[in-house]
């Protein structure tokens, strides 16, 4: 079971994994506005969610300060214009229990909350393994 937690959105609406537990397929991403690798999948990230969020699935981009503060993650975001939620880690406590210490990083759990895949990437079939989870989950 991945572990719960409790996060602000940047416009400071909290966010609980424990919410969506039962109800979604959640990935959650590690990033920061630096990093090259985390660019370049925000394209996949974001075809995924317009395709699978009204289904089911969501995205919880986890960041901090890690080489960054809040305004540029503000800043990024906005540029990028991402559609999912981004959570600022403050005080690093989520990002340290999920042991990201290097990004890209992603997870994904099924709608029980078990991890089904966790990397450094996303993985070739990212979209069929979203799929096969979203299926999966329709007798919760």
């Not at 990024?76 to 981004?86: I, K, Q, S």
């Amino acid at each position: 079971m991945a572990p719960d937690f409790t996060l602000p959105d940047l416009s400071g609406r909290r966010v609980s994994l424990a919410d969506l537990r039962g109800k979604q397929v959640v990935q959650i991403v590690g990033w920061t506005s630096w990093c090259a690798g985390c660019r370049q999948e925000i394209p996949r990230l974001r075809d995924a969610y317009e395709k699978f969020h009204a289904e089911g699935f969501e995205i919880l981009a986890l960041t901090g300060p890690l080489g960054q503060n809040l305004q540029d993650v503000r800043s990024f975001v906005r540029g990028m214009a991402l559609p999912y939620p981004v959570l600022f880690d403050e005080d690093k406590r989520v990002l340290d229990q999920y042991q990201i210490y290097f990004v890209p990083y992603t997870c994904l759990l099924d709608r029980r909350g078990q991890v089904v895949y966790e990397g450094s990437h996303l993985p070739n079939d990212y979209e069929k393994r979203i799929e096969k989870l979203l299926a999966a989950g329709q007798d919760i």
